[in-house]
Each structure stands twice: as structure tokens, then as C-alpha cells.
């Protein structure tokens, strides 16, 4: 066994976080699952101090009714883009 040591570049790792293109890159993949997941749900774009981030959240109570029983938002939130989950394999043929 070879005994290799990696030291990360932290304030490197919160510049690559707080970039445009991740944000841009994040807040895409955001707007995508809104946008599959159809009437009563929304995207928006946050900031914080470790990164940013996005969110999609249900705006009306029958999409947050329809989350709660389907957990659609999740479903069409690993469906966007090349998603990979290591607990189910490839996973973008999920529908919401």
C-alpha cells in the first residue's frame, strides 16, 4: 500500500464553489426539474457563504401535496442531467 497524502486547497475548493459556472451550472439543473416537474413548482438561485446553491421547491399546496405522496420533486431533480446515484445505478429513466 503506497502512502499518498492529498492536501486540498480550501479557499481554491470555496472559489470553485462560489464561481459563476457552478451557479450557473446548479441553477440549470434547477430549472430543468421545475420545468419537468410542470405547473406548482419553482427554481431560485441562493448563496451562502460555503456556496451556491439551488432549490426546487413546490409553490402551490396540490404540488407539495403531490411531492409529499410521490416525491416527484427528487425523481425530476435525478432525472436532469447525467445523474448517477450509487444506490440505484443510472437513474436518469426515473420520471416524476
Known sequence: ?????????????????????????????????AKILGEGYEADEYHAPSRNYAAVYPATKEAWVKNLKDNSIIKAVLSVGDCFNPRYGNISSIKP
Request: charge should be negative; glycine fraction near 6%.
Open 1 to 33: 500500500m503506497s502512502d499518498i497524502r492529498v492536501e486540498l486547497n480550501h479557499e481554491g475548493i470555496r472559489e470553485f464553489l462560489h464561481s459563476r459556472e457552478v451557479t450557473e451550472l446548479v441553477s440549470g439543473y434547477a430549472e430543468e426539474a
